[in-house]
């Protein structure tokens, strides 16, 4: 039973945002950026153990903490070899604030991104895959 990250009540009622909806926000913010391979450590045993509720909080690729309705996020990320890492981790920082801002209605103070390691991008040119059939 995961907990609600905020809660907002009015009159017509009540609203609960679950935590894994804001999560859901930061990685989808995270996947759009250009130089973003993947998340770092996320292996299919790691997503699994986290399904099952097996997974230590802070294990994960994506760490948020709410206080009232601010909140702070650390992402876990792997970038393609041969982009400037300064200038793409600051450019994540703006789209994950912005995004969690304008999804959720949440104000994102911080975000920290932790690079874990660098990859290369083997891309295909479409004349090669077509010169292979």
């Given at each position: 039973?995961?907990?609600?990250g ?45 399904l ?43 789209t ?38």
């Amino acid at each position: 039973n995961m907990p609600f990250g905020l809660e907002n009540q009015n009159e017509r009622g009540t609203v609960k945002l679950h935590e894994g909806v804001i999560a859901s926000v930061v990685k989808n913010a995270t996947c759009s950026e250009n130089g973003v391979i993947r998340f770092a450590g996320s292996s299919l045993s790691d997503s699994i153990a986290g399904l099952l509720g097996t997974k230590k909080r802070g294990d994960s690729a994506i760490k948020i903490e709410l206080t009232d309705d601010n909140a702070t996020v650390d992402v876990n990320i792997i970038v393609a070899y041969g982009e400037n890492i300064p200038a793409l981790a600051l450019q994540l920082q703006t789209t994950i604030i912005n995004e969690v801002k304008k999804i959720a209605g949440i104000t994102v103070s911080q975000v920290n991104v932790y690079v874990h390691g660098v990859e290369e991008v083997i891309e295909e040119t479409i004349e090669e895959s077509e010169e292979a059939e």
